[in-house]
């Protein structure tokens, strides 16, 4: 009987000692067979690859939207999901099908059996989606590192465009908490001669020493490109030219980093096309503001400290304009982390906004993540009274997102962060399906 695509995912989760296995030793044998990799096809494509710790989603998919805009038949492959495992996976913006996924999971599982090897959950997944990418012949390939970067499996694609968005302290029990080791594994996607989009001020030593190893074609902003917000517009600066753009619904540094990744690319771009792509692109879960059965929130994944204070300004400014329309609302939040997230380091910058009057002490409320490496609720609890006053608790964020309703009014602002999981949990209670 053929599996679903649960089943698939069920599956492939189960066939490996860890969903995480850092190395391409095995994938790689299992990539050549299938023919996913540059080397092996008649046309390769061009190729995006994007690491860092905060920003990859918002750069990927703006450099997607500005590639499908010059009519380019562009895939990107994000990770992970929030909702349905199909948003990883998209061709021209749309998400494969269950019936391509299942298909794909088919050929890659008798690859995989052939070489007589064990794959990951997430190696097993992202050569489904290389091996689509590469049977509908797309013409850039736009993808988003899922940790780290030097051993990660999206690394056995040679980019020909490399982004390294920002370096922070994150997924430790993969990487350490050695900011310069950080640096060199991420910068483990870069290769020798291409072009390199360094897209923050500030970066580890080791980032830059290897960049300089493999290549002088280095874009680092701040250097080789600036970007300067106006009222109702940006301008994006480079060398050889200055263009004023619309406003994005996602980060303009990541929104300035795309324009330049695209733009240091051997592409041919309309610059009008650019315009055209960086007003229209969205990304659900990043400052992803909605209006749902007459309830105001705010979804976003921020959770480490990078992210969190990129967030927190955001918030800040949405919160004095909601005010501005509704003078007597109220600002609640849903809350959880992971368990191997520092908590305290996330809530004492969202103290401080507090303490300084830039968002309200509101109620909050927190369950613990589904997931097997959630923070469990009494440890959370425990970290967030240090901070908040008004806390609720539950045993489910299902609960927790029903609670959180119960307690505003449609005037007030609800706040949900703290984890891709915790977006995804709160948005399937609200749909009850993918949406």
């Given amino acids: 009987m053929q599996k679903s695509l649960g089943q698939w995912l069920d599956y492939i989760a189960g066939i490996h000692v860890s969903a995480i296995d850092m190395g391409l030793e095995r994938v ?10 540059k080397a092996d096809m008649d046309k390769p494509p061009t190729v995006f ?40 996976v998209r061709i021209d913006g749309v998400a494969v099908g269950d019936d391509d996924l299942i298909r794909a999971f088919e050929v890659v599982e008798a690859a995989r059996i052939a070489e007589g090897l064990s794959l990951s959950f997430f190696e097993m997944t992202t050569l489904a989606a290389f091996w689509l990418f590469a049977k509908a012949d797309c013409d850039v390939w736009v993808l988003e590192i899922g940790l780290g970067g030097r051993l990660d499996v999206v690394n056995i694609i040679d980019p020909d465009v490399a982004v390294i968005t920002n370096i922070g302290i994150d997924h430790v029990d993969w990487l350490g908490d050695d900011i310069e080791k950080i640096g060199a594994e991420k910068a483990g996607i870069i290769r020798q001669g291409i072009p390199v989009i360094l897209g923050a001020k500030s970066l580890p030593d ?3 020493r290897i960049a300089k190893d493999l290549t002088d074609n280095i874009h680092q902003l701040g250097v080789a490109y600036e970007f300067i917000e106006q009222q109702d517009s940006w301008v994006f600066s480079n060398a050889a030219l200055s263009i004023s753009l619309p406003k994005p619904q996602l980060s ?12 240091a690319s051997p592409l041919t771009l309309d610059l009008s096309a650019i315009a ?28 480490n400290a990078h992210g969190i204070s990129f967030f927190i300004t955001q918030w800040a400014d949405a919160w004095q304009a909601h ?13 959880s982390m992971l368990g191997d997230k520092d908590v305290d ?6 103290h401080a906004a507090i303490q300084a009057g830039q968002i309200a002490d509101g109620d909050w409320h927190i369950a613990s993540i589904d997931n ?23 045993d489910s964020l299902s609960q927790a997102t029903h609670g959180v309703i119960a307690d505003s009014g449609d005037d007030d602002l609800i706040v949900v962060f703290g984890s891709f999981h915790t977006i995804s949990e709160s948005l399937i209670t609200l749909f009850g399906k993918p949406y």
């Fill in 252 to 263: 303009l540094m990541n929104a300035a980093n795309a324009v330049a990744a695209v733009l």
């Fill in 206 to 208: 080791s980032v830059h």
């Fill in 323 to 335: 005010l501005d329309k509704y003078p007597n609302a109220r600002q609640k939040v849903l809350f």
């Fill in 372 to 394: 097997p490496r959630a923070m469990p609720l009494d440890e959370l609890s425990g970290i967030v009274r240090r901070y908040i006053d008004a806390v609720h608790e539950y």
């Fill in 28 to 37: 790689l044998p299992v990539a050549k067979r299938l023919g996913v990799l």
């Fill in 276 to 303: 055209q792509a960086v007003s229209s692109v969205k990304l659900a879960g990043r400052f992803d503001c909605r209006v749902i059965d007459d309830r105001h929130w705010i979804f976003d994944v921020a959770h």
């Fill in 345 to 350: 380091a996330v809530l004492s910058q969202v």
């Fill in 49 to 88: 690859t994007v690491a860092g710790t905060n920003g990859k989603g918002s750069t990927t998919a703006v450099i997607a939207a500005i590639c499908q805009a010059n009519g380019l038949k562009t895939a990107l492959y994000q990770s992970p999901h929030l909702v349905s495992f199909t948003e990883r």
